[in-house]
């Protein structure tokens, strides 16, 4: 495996996207803000250009995310384009094989024809031509610079389309910084969000589409994770977790449980959030989050600590898969802040 790092400049990646008569545009399963963001600016400028596009999203999509996008602009859940004729992948957001599980045939079957944009420290040597900028706080941030150097203007809808290519890079761009209050949310951030919005995003109405428009399984589902919760490192960390049981009992489904992990770090004394569910029996899904400290460094990163269970992720926001049900997974994630205590200072 070589080092996932950039292996071309953006201008480089600007000219094969320009070159490709048909492209099919990809990201992790169950894409979230930035992935259906980046797929969707992407789809739209290439479209404008008079590229032929496949956008597709693959696993199961939160409704709120494919609402996104306009009803015939991507595919859903698929092992790659339908057209044969596609002659470059770009893959959006991710580096990772484990989240481009389902089109990893494909995939491979495209060789050096695969280019990648990312901002993950991790990832696999799956686009042989990529940018990987650690430093963007999105890849939609990224992905606004490549529009810039393909001249596409952002404040075009894609075509036969109302939504803009602004509105995509923007969702990508708030989501990802927490709605502009994480560390990552700097001076660039707010400076292309003002762009954005001078390019007429309306950040009310996404805002509302996307946080404020949760299901009422939510609530008891939100209530049993609290009831879960078990102090570790001396009340630094927390865990919860989700069991089956709590989902048939609640009816909720893991898309109706998004930010939950989140609500523990409101607790001055906790620097590390915890949060587990198994929505399949034997499959257990962390989600790790941590705060920044008064001097700006990670409590804990949550990138590296994930990477001790196989998972990655950013400094403050990672996740981890278990092949074990989730009181298993629980106690190994336990016994590796037990052992990890001391970072927790
Ligand atoms: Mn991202």
Request: glycine fraction near 10%.
């Amino acid at each position: 495996m070589s080092e996932y790092r950039s292996t071309c400049d953006l201008g480089e990646l600007a000219q094969r996207v320009k070159l490709a008569r048909s492209v099919a545009v990809v990201s992790h399963s169950r894409p979230d803000g930035d992935a259906a963001g980046s797929i969707l600016a992407v789809s739209r400028a290439l479209r404008l250009l008079g590229t032929r596009v496949d956008a597709i999203f693959t696993g199961a999509v939160d409704p709120n995310i494919l609402a996104l996008a306009e009803a015939g602009e991507v595919r859903l859940d698929t092992a790659g384009p339908i057209d044969p004729l596609v002659e470059l992948a770009i893959v959006v957001d991710t580096g990772s094989q484990s989240q481009l599980e389902p089109l990893d045939v494909w995939l491979r079957g495209m060789g050096d024809r695969v280019l990648g944009i990312d901002h993950h420290a991790r990832g696999e040597d799956i686009a042989r031509h990529r940018v990987v900028d650690t430093s963007a706080a999105s890849t939609t941030q990224i992905v606004t610079r490549l529009m810039d150097l393909l001249g596409v203007d952002v404040r075009s809808a894609g075509p036969g389309c109302r939504r803009t290519i602004a509105e995509a890079l923007f969702v990508g761009l708030a989501t990802d910084t927490g709605w502009f209050r994480y560390q990552s949310a700097d001076a660039a951030v707010f400076a292309l969000a003002s762009r954005l919005l001078d390019a007429g995003v309306d950040r009310i109405a996404l805002y509302q589409a996307l946080e404020e428009n949760g299901r009422v399984p939510r609530l008891a589902a939100t209530a049993r994770a609290l009831a879960s919760i078990t102090h570790h490192a001396g009340g630094r960390a927390i865990l919860m977790s989700l069991s089956p049981a709590d989902f048939a009992a609640t009816e909720a489904t893991s898309d109706d449980v998004g930010g939950v992990v989140n609500i523990p770090l409101e607790i001055g004394s906790v620097g590390l959030s915890v949060l587990l569910t198994e929505t399949k029996p034997g499959v257990t899904k962390a989600s790790f989050r941590s705060k920044s400290r008064p001097d700006g460094t990670p409590w804990l990163n949550v990138s590296d600590f994930a990477s001790k269970f196989g998972g990655g992720g950013h400094a403050l926001a990672a996740g981890a898969r278990f092949a074990c049900a989730i009181d298993e997974a629980r106690t190994r994630v336990a016994d590796a802040i037990a052992r990890d205590e001391g970072l927790l200072l």
